[in-house]
């Protein structure tokens, strides 16, 4: 049975998720500059390789992160209309839930795009 309180826990972790997110694009960046730095000022094979490493780990986070950024807001969804469906669907909780549905859907148009 949905609830406030799950509600509010399902949207707190699409928020955290998204963030997540966010920071995990910000480490790719930071670490592709890093490399290319690297390869620019002739570092040592080694360390390129292990930098690279690094870039590459960092690259397999963000389709982990999206996946379960989509399971999140699938289970969001789904409390949504659980609450809709028991007609217990307004209060503060429900408008930030429905709030953040919307933000993480623009996230994923903006990024497929």
Known sequence: MATIRNLKI???A????VKELHSYEKEVEREAAKTADMKEKGADP????QQEN???ESR???????KRLESSLADL???LAELEELKQKEGPEVVEAESTVADVEKLFQTTEA
């Not at 699409?14 to 998720?17: G, Q």
């Not at 397999?60 to 999206?66: E, S």
């Open 60 to 66: 397999m986070m963000i389709p982990d992160c999206r």
């Open 77 to 79: 969804k789904g409390i």
């Open 14 to 17: 699409c928020k955290r998720i």
């Open 46 to 49: 080694y360390d390129l390789k």
């Open 10 to 12: 399902k949207t707190a």
């Open 54 to 56: 690094v870039l590459g």
